[in-house]
């Protein structure tokens, strides 16, 4: 009985997520992009299958999407947990022309092709990005980004394979205690249901523009727009960052050509590679 019962669970999501990609192949009006995509009903992490599926030869654009993680996986060693059936959760294979001192340039340019797509969806509100690559709407977190490489051995290699992990919360209804008061979905804020297929295909078509114009020689256009999306400028913030105790105070002024973050101190302008904004007026 119990068998049957999963069984019959199971056909369910198969159908379901034939008719997500369906809806995608529909949509999509990309060259590379998203072109060659698999759509899984559960996996592990989409970045781990995508990481595997690049080191076997995947072609440039390959997608993985999954509508449930079991290991979900967030920057820093965290977790990612999402609602099944309710967000975005996919893996991009890209093999970016630009050595691994540029590759931030990959997530200055999702972060801005999501942002000008979600900001579509959401009117009238605006997201904005939370330096590196976090989207907030409200102040809230929405979506976050993890750029994974193949190999840093040779720093100077370029078109190694690089995967670009994207969660966004497009339908959840509700999150766990402890991170309901940093974690949203457009659902929560908005009070509408998201289409999220639609969503995805406008942010891959996006997206391909961006990309293909990046050049190391020529960032200021993707940093303009980058900056204008920019949560907290011109602030007073507060960066920390994971596994130590020590924080840095200071008004955001810039973004440097190779993303990082310049803070204006008491000792003058700092740039910072990484670490945690928070605004000191929330
Ligand atoms: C963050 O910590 O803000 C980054 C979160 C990235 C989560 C996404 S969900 C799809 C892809 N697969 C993963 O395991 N992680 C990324």
């Known amino acids: 009985m119990l068998g049957t019962v999963k069984e019959s669970c199971m056909i369910q999501l198969r159908t379901h997520i034939r008719s997500l990609e369906r809806e995608y192949r529909d949509l999509l009006q990309t060259h590379t992009l998203g072109q060659c995509a698999r759509f899984l009903v559960e996996t592990d992490s989409t970045n781990v299958q995508a990481m595997s599926w ?7 654009g390959s997608l993985i999407f999954a509508e449930h993680q079991t290991g979900g996986k967030g920057r820093h060693g965290r977790i990612w947990e ?20 540029s590759l931030s340039l990959i997530t200055i340019a999702a972060s801005v092709a999501l942002t000008e797509t979600i900001e579509t969806f959401i009117e009238p509100l605006t997201p904005a990005i939370k330096w590196p690559n976090d989207i ?3 102040g809230q977190k929405c979506c976050g980004m993890l750029l994974e490489s193949a190999s840093a051995i040779n720093q100077q290699k370029k078109e190694l394979p690089v995967v670009l992990g994207i969660g966004l919360n497009v339908n959840q209804s509700q999150f766990p ?10 659902l929560l804020e908005t009070g509408r249901h998201i289409p999220r297929i639609p969503l995805l295909t406008r942010f891959l078509e996006k997206l391909e523009t961006i990309y293909y114009s990046i050049t190391e ?23 920390t960052f994971v596994g130590r105790t020590d924080q840095v105070e200071g008004i955001i002024r810039d973004v440097s050509s190779t993303g ?3 803070l204006e101190t008491k ?4 740039e910072f590679h990484a670490g945690e904004v928070t605004s000191q007026a929330q």
């Open 54 to 60: 690049a080191q076997e030869g995947a072609a440039e």
């Open 82 to 101: 999402a609602q099944p059936s309710s967000n975005l959760l996919f893996s991009l294979i890209l093999r970016p022309r630009l050595t691994p001192a």
């Open 136 to 138: 907030l709407v409200n």
């Open 177 to 186: 205690e402890s991170i309901s008061s940093r974690a949203t979905s457009l």
């Open 217 to 239: 020689q020529n960032t200021a256009p993707l940093l303009a727009r980058y900056k204008s999306h920019l949560a907290f400028m011109n602030t007073n913030t507060t960066l």
């Open 260 to 262: 990082a973050l310049r």
């Open 267 to 270: 000792t003058g302008i700092q």
